[in-house]
């Protein structure tokens, strides 16, 4: 079970690369970059049993199914997942129905929305806490979260799959104490060079989720910690530094 990062085929661990390399046979989520998938040697076998919203490929079973399938014959099977397999990404499944799995982490997307904003998740003394937190139900619909526990003005929240709930999780956090105007970022396709960024505040996150994000995977950043950098980590410096400069400088 290999953790493929946000999607930047630079942000995939040396170990995922040597496993990806060594397999017999892939298979992968629809979240896993073209980049990285153009890792895989051609001579291993690439399945993708994709799941995004919607679009539904194969379902769980059918998927476990093949995974054990492929590792009763003996090959070397990878299961390539976005991000951190152990962060929502429904590896528990899979590692029931399998006995002898290994798990190779990877960068997770909210890690990867904080690189690209230029900050830190944590701060000290205003963000002491960080939570992860998905706004997805398998049936779609309102996720019954505890907003009071949520609404912490001391905790960076980061929201996976929280597109469609966005007036959900505006709505319950300002109901439960949350200042409307905290401060949120979302961050589509983190990572990867067609990502982009958006600044907002907590009560106008149902419009800037709907008006601002395309169909690209996104995650909500909410809190303190988000808000714009003050004048000594110059936002513009930073922009200036484009990711062609980074590259040009890792290359060197
Ligand atoms: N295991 C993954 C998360 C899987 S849930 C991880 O650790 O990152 C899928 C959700 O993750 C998406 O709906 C989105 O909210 C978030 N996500 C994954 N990749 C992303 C990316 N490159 N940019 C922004 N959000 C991303």
């Known amino acids: 079970?290999?953790?493929a990062g946000p999607g930047d085929p630079d942000l995939l661990t040396r170990k995922a690369e040597r496993l990806i390399a060594t397999a017999d046979i892939?298979?992968?989520?629809?979240?896993?970059g073209p980049g990285v998938l153009a890792l895989v040697p051609p001579s291993v076998e690439l399945v993708s049993v994709g799941k995004r919203s919607g679009r539904h490929s194969k379902d769980q079973r059918t998927?476990?199914?093949?995974?054990?399938?492929?590792?009763?014959?003996?090959?070397r099977v990878v299961r390539l997942k976005g991000g951190d397999p152990s962060i929502f990404g429904r590896s528990s499944e899979e590692l029931e129905a399998c006995h002898a799995v290994h798990i190779c982490p990877g960068i997770t997307a909210a890690s990867a929305a904080a690189a690209d904003l230029g900050l830190s998740l944590t701060l000290r003394g205003t963000a002491r806490r960080l939570t992860f937190v998905t706004a997805h139900t398998k049936r779609g619909g309102v996720p019954p979260l505890d907003w009071a526990a949520l609404a912490d003005p001391q905790a960076t929240l980061a929201v996976y799959m929280g597109k469609a709930a966005a007036p959900h999780v505006s709505a319950g956090l300002i109901a439960a104490g949350l200042a409307p105007d905290t401060p949120v970022a979302l961050v589509e396709n983190a990572s990867l060079p067609k990502g982009s960024q958006f600044r907002t505040r907590l009560d106008l996150l149902p419009i800037a989720a709907k008006t601002a994000l395309g169909d690209g995977p996104a995650l909500f950043l909410i809190g303190a910690a988000v808000a714009e950098p003050n004048a000594s980590s110059s936002l513009e410096t930073r922009e200036r530094l484009s990711r062609e400069d980074i590259s040009s400088f890792a290359a060197h």
Do not use: S, T
């Not at 892939?26 to 896993?32: C, E, I, R």
């Not at 476990?64 to 399938?69: G, K, T």
């Open 1 to 3: 079970l290999v953790g």
């Open 26 to 32: 892939v298979f992968h989520d629809a979240l896993v």
């Open 63 to 75: 998927i476990d199914a093949l995974i054990v399938e492929a590792a009763l014959v003996g090959r």
